[in-house]
């Protein structure tokens, strides 16, 4: 398998419930992103990791959100003390290390309902 | 700072006629461009991608778009539609550590 997996694929919850996801990028690609996208919009930019290091967060990023990339492969966001409004389909990706703007390749995405 | 303004948020044509999605994009530098497609319950797919190597960009599928900088247009064209090409389409501006994605265009084909 050379794409991005994404665990889970679907996750319901309840309100106040902590909820973690997980992602495996290509194995070469040495940047992650993540991103997440509500029903009848486009993706919108979460965070991005070169190796372990998290070089880019969005204002979309509240204290509740956090991301981890301890060793600069899988990836993990966890979304503490949920809310209705944090439903959404959350993707990731990941690019190799080049000169210009790599393509991103996308993971199929964890769909969090909470209720 | 960067955006993407996706002109139609519904296209719909017929099998076998041309495919126009239109995309406008504000840079603050030269961009990358990108169209991205989005099957349901699919992830997102690559299309094509602009880097200033050749202002005419082809990609998978028969679509290709055409860079245009005095406009700052970045539009997608296809030549003939086939059913399997419904889907959503997403132009998209990007930097080395973030994608700009637009609202999306939902693309009907109609037999």
């Known amino acids: 398998d050379t794409g991005v997996s994404q665990d889970p694929r679907h996750k319901i919850t309840k309100r106040g419930q902590n909820v973690t996801f997980r992602c495996d990028p290509i194995?070469?690609?040495?940047?992650l992103y993540w991103y997440r996208q509500t029903l009848g919009q486009g993706p919108e930019f979460l965070t991005y990791?070169?190796?372990?290091?998290?070089?880019?967060k969005s204002r979309l990023l509240s204290d509740r959100f956090s991301a981890e990339r301890p060793k600069g492969s899988f990836s993990t966001l966890e979304i503490q003390r949920t809310e209705q409004g944090d439903s959404a389909m959350y993707l990731c990706?990941?690019?190799?290390?080049?000169?210009?703007?790599?393509?991103?390749?996308f993971g199929p995405g964890t769909r969090l309902l909470v209720l | 700072a960067q955006s993407v303004t996706q002109l139609d948020s519904h296209v719909s044509v017929s099998e076998g006629t041309p495919v126009l999605l239109r995309c406008n994009y504000s840079?603050?530098?030269?961009?990358?461009l990108f169209w991205y497609v989005q099957h349901p319950n699919k992830g997102l797919q690559l299309l094509l991608k602009y880097t200033s190597a050749a202002t005419l960009v082809k990609g998978i599928n028969g679509f290709e778009a055409e860079f245009k900088k005095s406009e700052t247009s970045f539009h997608l064209t296809k030549p003939s539609a086939h059913m399997s090409d419904a889907a959503e389409y997403f132009c998209?501006?990007?930097?080395?550590?973030?994608?700009?994605f637009g609202s999306g265009t939902q693309l009907t084909v109609l037999p």
């Open positions: 990706a990941s690019s190799p290390q080049g000169d210009y703007q790599e393509t991103q390749y």
């Open positions: 990791f070169q190796n372990e290091a998290q070089l880019e």
């Open positions: 998209v501006v990007g930097s080395a550590r973030q994608l700009t």
């Open positions: 194995s070469e690609h040495n940047r």
């Open positions: 840079s603050s530098y030269s961009p990358s």
